[in-house]
């Protein structure tokens, strides 16, 4: 069971607007006007934590502005939740700053690391899956809720090594993260689908054993297609290009154990004009209206 004084303690004030069941898009400054002269509503709009951890300027007023017509959600890239040298207290006083101001229904970030000895990786690289690792992640995890005051959403991970340190499954990892912090869970779908890939196991097999249960968001992303130096296939989460079609069937498959959950439509390299991205988000958006009927108009609870 999640940590109940955890959850309890990390609760979201009522006054912030919650995510709804539907699409959301990665937010890029160049689409704002088309977002808001647009007849058809995103369901929310996610942005990256450090675009938006200086005190003012341009980022912030058309941030100010869409906040006025979207809910938002805020995801996190360099918190460096797995680093074995503990967290940048800095990067996460700045990150409670983002949240404070913006008041965003959710806070994510991912279950890897980015820092080593004052250097920073242009990457999220993976952690082992180890007693230790786990330990460390939960201890960071509570420490970034306790300075938030509020819950975070923690991402599976998107990986092209494993390590022979590792003696737990990643699924079991992630429960184990999620019972020990009450933290709750982001489930990338293009991330499942890229590592099963990358590592010859089924994303379906995945998928059962994932506690889905506790996730409140779903990202979905493009990847691209490469092989290892020994010719098998080898799939990169480039985040610039439409959701796979294999990965858009991944996604109602889970929707029919989770039900309707907000869905982020990610797309951060070779971003296209807003009506592309538009279109993801639609298609998104029906499938979500499909299981929404099945269920009965019941909504995702998390």
């Given at each position: 069971m999640p940590n109940a004084a955890a959850v309890a303690h990390h609760t979201i004030s009522a006054t912030i607007p919650t995510l709804p069941a539907r699409a959301g898009a990665g937010f890029k400054e160049q689409h704002a006007d088309a977002i808001l002269?647009?007849?058809?509503?995103i369901g929310f709009l996610e942005?990256?934590?450090?675009?938006?951890?200086?005190?003012?300027?341009?980022?912030?007023r058309i941030l100010t502005r869409m906040r006025e017509d979207f809910p938002l959600s805020v995801h996190g890239v360099g918190l460096s939740i797995g680093s074995p040298a503990g967290l940048d207290l800095q990067h996460l006083a700045r990150l409670k700053a983002v949240v404070d101001r913006y008041e965003p229904a959710m806070v994510s970030e991912h279950l890897a690391w980015s820092t080593h000895d004052n250097q920073f990786f242009n990457d999220l690289l993976p952690v082992p899956y180890d007693a230790e690792t786990l330990a460390r992640v939960c201890e960071h995890i509570d420490q970034v809720q306790d300075r938030l005051g509020r819950r975070i959403l923690l991402e599976n991970p998107s990986t092209y090594v494993a390590f022979e340190?590792?003696?737990?499954?990643e699924t079991d990892f992630i429960r184990a993260i999620a019972n020990r912090t009450g933290c709750g869970l982001l489930l990338d779908i293009n991330n499942v689908y890229v590592s099963a890939t990358n590592h010859g196991y089924a994303a379906l097999d995945y998928l059962a054993d994932f506690p889905?249960?506790?996730?409140?968001?779903?990202?979905?992303?493009?990847?691209?297609?490469?092989?290892d130096d020994t010719g098998q296939p080898l799939?990169?989460?480039s985040h610039d290009r439409p959701v796979d079609s294999i990965v858009w069937d991944l996604y109602d498959h889970v929707l029919a154990a989770t039900g309707p959950c907000p869905t982020l439509i990610e797309w951060d390299n070779d971003v296209?004009?807003?009506?592309?991205l538009k279109r993801e988000a639609e298609l998104a958006d029906a499938i979500l209206a499909r299981h929404d009927q099945t269920a009965g108009g019941l909504r995702h609870g998390g």
């Open positions: 002269s647009d007849a058809y509503r942005v990256h934590a450090e675009n938006y951890m200086g005190d003012g300027g341009h980022p912030h340190a590792t003696t737990m499954g889905t249960k506790l996730v409140e968001e779903i990202h979905l992303a493009g990847h691209a297609e490469d092989q799939l990169i989460d296209p004009d807003w009506p592309i």
